[in-house]
């Protein structure tokens, strides 16, 4: 069975820090990887998506960029935190068979 | 572009009571609508996706309908009890393999006992 990992669980960072979120999917070859982000209350909006190694496609940018060093791994990064960028942050990866999407257990930033 | 409209946004019903919630969406070429339970400070976990060739789809202790002429997508708790309690997402997949899902702006539910 496939398990997404998301680390860290929480941070809390101020502004202007930089930042670097991951996560690893297992039992899962050449998966499609997902980056969401839910500000407080608020619904989902897709950050980046990556079908394979080394190439990632953005689709809103908000300042963060994201790279997919291996086949497992996906990196949601910034130089410069926003106090805008507090929110939950998810990674999902895409069953293509099904068409469904299955998300990891979040990472919660706040930006002080 | 794509459009999902989720409503209500805040819906509050005793235990027992049934809650409805629906999604409305744009594009007649949609193939594929999901609903995610989301509990407080949790993740989003699936509870059903729904393919546009079924109308019907049961869960346990909800059904899922889906109207394509009146491109609805409905979520209906029968019986809620209070563990039903949380935010819910409806999602839209418009167009091919690689096409977004489209989110709508989520349903918080909150059973009473």
């Known amino acids: 069975a496939q398990t997404i990992h998301q680390w860290p669980v929480a941070e809390i960072k101020a502004v202007g820090s930089p930042l670097s979120l991951g996560c690893t999917i297992k039992?899962?070859?050449?998966?499609?990887l997902y980056w969401y982000w839910q500000a407080t209350g608020g619904t989902l909006q897709q950050l980046f998506y990556?079908?394979?190694?080394?190439?990632v496609e953005s689709v809103v940018q908000l300042n963060l960029s994201a790279s997919r060093p291996k086949d497992d791994q996906f990196i949601l990064s910034t130089e410069k935190l926003l106090l805008s960028h507090s929110g939950f942050y998810l990674c999902a990866w895409r069953d293509t068979s099904a068409e469904t999407l299955y998300f990891g257990s979040g990472t919660r930033l706040t930006v002080l | 572009g794509e459009q999902v409209e989720q409503r209500p946004p805040h819906l509050s019903v005793r235990e027992g009571d049934s809650a409805v919630i629906t999604c409305t969406y744009t594009?007649?070429?949609?193939?594929?609508f999901f609903w995610y339970k989301q509990e407080p400070g949790a993740s989003l976990q699936l509870l059903m996706k729904?393919?546009?060739?079924?109308e019907i789809n049961e869960g346990q202790g909800f059904t899922v309908l889906l109207n394509k002429k009146d491109k609805r997508l409905s979520l209906n708790l029968t019986a809620a009890h209070p563990g039903d309690s949380a935010a819910y997402f409806c999602a839209v997949k418009f167009g091919g393999s690689n096409a977004k899902l489209t989110f709508g702006k989520g349903t918080k539910l909150s059973v009473k006992s």
């Open positions: 729904v393919f546009s060739s079924t």
């Open positions: 039992g899962k070859s050449s998966p499609n």
């Open positions: 594009d007649p070429n949609s193939y594929y």
């Open positions: 990556s079908i394979t190694v080394g190439q």
